[in-house]
Structures are given as C-alpha cells and as structure tokens.
C-alpha cells in the first residue's frame, strides 16, 4: 500500500468514525456519503392533450463530502446498484436539507450501509467547495485530477474559432486560454442568464411556474393581432414560455404564434423576450439592475465584465421601466461566465448564501415532463431538442452525446458560446468567440462532441 493510499484510508476512517459519532442523535451533516431521497422537483407533465408519464417522482441525491470528493468507478457502480443512490451528482445541503436529514428517517441502515462501503472503497480525497474571489485560485490540471493532453486536445478544437476559454474543477481554475477579460457577444446565452432572474422571480414569490403569462403581462402576445384570433394566448404559461413550447415564432419580435401551447416544441427568442416582460413587470423594474444587485455583484462579476445591449426587437421600455431582451443581447468575458456556471454547479448557493432556488435548478437542468417526445419545429436544425432541453438551458439527459455525463447541462448561443455544468465531475467550462465549422447533415449536438468529450476524457482515471 502506497503512502498516498494510507493517508487516503486514515482521513476515510476519521469520516466514518465522524459520521457514526453523530448516529444516536441522527444529526449526519455534510461530512457523510450518505444518500437523500428526494421527490421530483416536477408535479406533473406539461401540456395540454398529452398524457405522458412524468418521470419517477422518487429521485437521489448523492451527497458528497470533504472526505468523499469524486468516487472511483467501482464504488459508483456498487452505490448505482442500490435504490438509494444515483451516482455522479454533487449536492451540498442547504438549512432546510440539513434540518431534515436530522430527523430519525435519516439515519436508517441503508445510509449507514452506502457510508460504509464508500469509507471501505478508500475515497480519494478531493473536496469542492472553493469559490473564487477577486481572482480564482488556480491548480494545475494534474493537481485536479485532469490529463493536460486532453485538455489540450479540447483548447485546441476551441481555438478552430478563436475566443477565449477557461476549465474550472472544485470551484479552482485549472485551464485557460485567450484574454479571460475579453468580453464576447454571447447570442442565446443570454436566455439562461435569464433563466436566473426567473428563479430570482420564484424564489420572491413574484412568479410560479404554473402561472399564466397574461396575469403578469396582461397585453402578451400582441401584437400581432392574428394571435388573439387564434385564442391561444390566455393558454401559455410561465413554463411554456421557459421551456420553448409556448408557440412563439424564432425571431424575437412581436411574431405570430405557430401551434397550440405545450403540444410542440419550437426555438424561439421572441418567446424569452415576452417572459422577460414578465419578470420586469412583476419587479417593476429593470432586470438587469436586479440581476446586478442579486446575483452578478455577489459572484464577483462587475459592470466592466457584463454588459446588456440595446434592444434589437422590442422597444426600450415597458409601462416606463427599462426592458432587456432575453433572447439575445449579454456580452461577456469567459470569467464572468465561469462564475455564473459554478453558481449552478452549486445548487444555485454561493459561500453559503442561497441564491436561486435549490428545486428549481433541479427543474432547469434536466427536461421537463411532457415535453420529451414533443414534435420539434425545424429539425434539421435541432434534432430531437425536445428530448434534451430544460429551462433555456440545453442538457445531455437523453445521453444523445455518448460519453457525456447525462447530468451535464449548459448555455449556447450563436457562435458556440458555452457555459457547461458538469456536476458528476465537479467541472465548470466557459468558452466564447466564433462559430466551429458544421457538416450539413450533421446532427446538432454534433459540432460540440470535439470539444466535451475531451474534457470529460480527461477527467476518467
């Protein structure tokens, strides 16, 4: 046995003996392997006349700890055996968590056993939970664990389009390349910086899901005035508006409706735009003050770093407030963006301060129920989307991407920018600049596999 290995089963041991300590009282805290089930963080299937199943309401999480970091293979599968246990997520518990796994249902054998075998399988002894202040703590990729080569391999496909770059693992810099302050026009992106000021807007009790758009923006939809016509309007929802079935035409104007609302699924700006009326209506003010003021000053972003530009379709104000565009129109640099990623990474929490709501990031990065199967307008331009797309976040749940984690969601915009959240690997990358060339008849998630997969590559023992 190698010294490492000797150091790695001593501090496993003081885990176990840590955690069962606490085992009388039922009071496990975050130093444990334990397992948490969870309900779904959706109540039901979306849509009207679909009768698709929701997914299993029972989910788990995987709560890792200081002790714990990124289990080996052999333990994930023995733990991915077990009905308690989905491996490869990262999850640290929020007071309300912590709260409920102190209660007597939480110290049941089965946790005790998934603690034990993972002690026994000697895990290494990598922790996350940095975060950056004004300038991120930076590693090499060998001390995080990751193959620089690959990681080459990975920056050298990004810089097919120029741009800047950069890979984060354990909330600490690993890799970089270009100008981190460079900002770059980032195109759709922008539709998940606004899928913060949604959970923003939820989390205040501005705004449900379940909502009707028009009972926060009551005019939604006109013009043009073929869509009261069609007499759909009072049918959207929030979350059609979020999860790109509300039937709004691409561009990002004031475009005619195309199919009943939540029957389709259809790649739309103008769609985002009317919600992010919503939410400014529902504020009554401008959102990107709000997102400075709630989010953006808080991760260490500055006005220098993060810019919104002038509206491209929609007038400048509404009711006399300043309106943004969500379905276009941020620019900025690869380390605001990495900041932003490693807020989701976190469950939406920040040094401890719980940003976004813990649930409603489980919802936008996975896909919504009912949507999955949808038919999708444009195919040869999207593929199956329906089957991989959250909340104007797209992900790989429908492992459409082979060797891609399927917990692996992310931000693109025109131009391939990206930001991806692979929480199974406690990795974060940004990358912004210039379109990477396409095959015509390839499927759309294609053109990002030479980029991902390395990375993940990397990350395998």
């Known amino acids: 046995m190698t010294q490492k290995q000797k150091f790695q089963k001593i501090l496993c041991g003081i885990s176990l003996l840590l955690a069962l300590a606490a085992v009388p009282s039922c009071s496990l805290h975050e130093s444990s392997a334990i397992a948490l089930r969870s309900p779904s963080p959706w109540p039901s299937p979306l849509g009207r006349g679909n009768n698709r199943q929701a997914p299993d309401p029972i989910r788990t999480r995987v709560v890792l700890s200081p002790f714990a970091g990124h289990l080996p293979k052999s333990t994930k599968d023995k ?163 979020a999860s790109q079935t509300a039937g709004f035409e691409k561009p990002g104007g004031y475009t005619p409706m195309l199919f009943r609302p939540g029957t389709q699924w259809d790649y739309s ?23 400075f003021e709630r989010i953006f000053t808080t991760l260490g972003i500055q006005r220098t770093d993060l810019v919104w530009r002038k509206n491209s379709y929609r007038p400048d104000l509404i009711d006399g407030i300043k309106r943004r565009e969500f379905g276009s129109g941020i620019s900025a640099n690869v380390d605001a963006m990495a900041r932003f990623g490693l807020l989701w990474l976190h469950g939406g929490a920040w040094k401890g301060q719980q940003i976004l709501p813990r649930d409603y990031v489980d919802k936008v990065r996975t896909t919504v129920p009912g949507v999955p199967g949808l038919p999708v307008r444009k195919p040869e331009d999207y593929g199956k989307a329906a089957n991989h797309y959250g909340l104007l976040w797209w992900n790989n749940a429908d492992k459409t991407i082979e060797g891609l984690p399927p917990d692996t969601y992310w931000s693109w915009g025109l131009y391939d920018s990206l930001i991806v959240v692979i929480p199974k690997l406690d990795i974060v990358v940004a990358r912004a600049g210039k379109s990477w060339n396409r095959a015509e008849t390839a499927d759309h998630y294609e053109v990002l596999k030479p980029f991902l997969l390395p990375i993940v590559a990397a990350a395998k023992e």
Not at 162 to 190: E, H
Not at 269 to 278: H, Q
């Open 79 to 241: 733990l991915g055996a077990s009905p308690r246990a989905e491996t490869g997520e990262r999850f640290s518990l929020s007071p309300r968590e912590r709260a409920g796994v102190r209660g007597n249902d939480a110290c049941d054998d089965h946790r005790r056993r998934d603690l034990l075998r993972a002690c026994k399988e000697q895990v290494p002894l990598t922790h996350s939970g940095d975060f950056p202040g004004k300038d991120w703590i930076r590693v090499a990729p060998a001390e995080a664990g990751l193959d620089v080569s690959r990681l080459n391999e990975a920056r050298d496909y990004a810089l097919t389009g120029g741009g800047s770059g950069c890979i984060t693992r354990g909330g600490k810099l690993v890799f970089s390349w270009g100008d981190p302050a460079r900002r770059y026009d980032l195109k759709s992106t922008t539709k998940s910086f606004g899928s913060a000021a949604l959970g923003l807007a939820i989390k205040d009790g501005k705004i449900r899901l379940e909502d009707k758009a028009r009972k926060h923006h009551p005019t939604l939809g006109l013009p043009p005035e073929a869509n009261a016509e069609a007499g759909w309007l009072d049918d959207i929802t929030i979350l059609h508006l």
């Open 269 to 291: 700006d103008s769609g985002p735009n009317w919600l992010a009326e919503c939410i400014t209506l529902a504020y009554r003010r401008d959102v990107d003050e709000l997102m």
